[in-house]
C-alpha cells in the first residue's frame, strides 16, 4: 500500500512541517508517543526534527480486541511528565481510524495544562471518522482497510 520511499517522504515532509512551526517558540516540545504502534513512525520522525525536542509515551486503548473499537478510551499508562506548563505538545500517532482516541487526548492534555497540542499521523482514515477531528500533519489518506507493518498492529502483535 505504502513504499519504503513513500514513508521516508512523509517523514521528511511531516519533519520539515513540525521544525517550520515551532523553531522560533519560546517553549519546549514533547513529542508524545502512543504506544505501541508509533515507536516506529516517532523513532525517524525523532532522527529527522531538528528543532530541540524531548520525549515522553502514553498508551491508551480504544479496542477491545481485534479490529474494532469498544467505544470507550481507557488510559493505560499516562506520560511521565507531570508538569505541562511551557510545553508545546506533538502526539505522534501511527493511523487515525474514528478520531476519538486522538480528540479524547487532545482535550486531556489542554486539561492537564499543555501551551498547545497538536497531532501528526503517519497515515488517516477519514472515512472511519466517528468525530469531527482532523490532525495537524498527515502523512497519507488510506481507504478503510486494515493495515499492519511499521509499526501497525495487529491485537498488539
Do not use: H, Q
Request: charged letters at 30%; aromatic letters at 8%.
Amino acid at each position: 500500500m505504502i513504499s519504503g520511499d513513500e514513508i521516508e517522504e512523509i517523514v521528511g515532509r511531516i519533519s520539515a512541517n513540525v521544525d517550520d512551526y515551532y523553531r522560533d517558540r519560546d517553549s519546549r516540545l514533547l513529542l508524545l508517543g502512543i504506544l505501541k504502534g508509533s515507536v516506529v513512525f516517532m523513532g525517524e520522525l525523532m532522527k529527522k526534527i531538528t528543532v530541540p525536542v524531548e520525549i515522553d509515551f502514553m498508551k491508551v486503548s480504544s479496542y477491545g480486541g481485534g479490529t474494532s473499537s469498544s467505544g470507550s478510551i481507557n488510559i493505560i499508562l499516562d506520560l511521565y511528565r507531570k508538569d505541562l506548563s511551557n510545553t508545546d505538545i506533538l502526539i505522534v500517532e501511527d493511523i487515525i481510524d474514528s478520531g476519538k482516541t486522538l480528540s479524547y487526548l487532545v482535550d486531556y492534555l489542554k486539561l492537564k495544562g499543555a501551551k498547545s497540542v497538536k497531532t501528526c499521523t503517519l497515515l488517516d482514515k477519514p472515512d472511519r471518522r466517528e468525530v469531527d477531528f482532523n490532525a495537524d500533519w498527515v502523512g497519507a489518506v488510506i481507504p478503510n482497510e486494515f493495515v499492519v507493518g511499521y509499526g501497525l498492529d495487529y491485537d498488539e502483535k
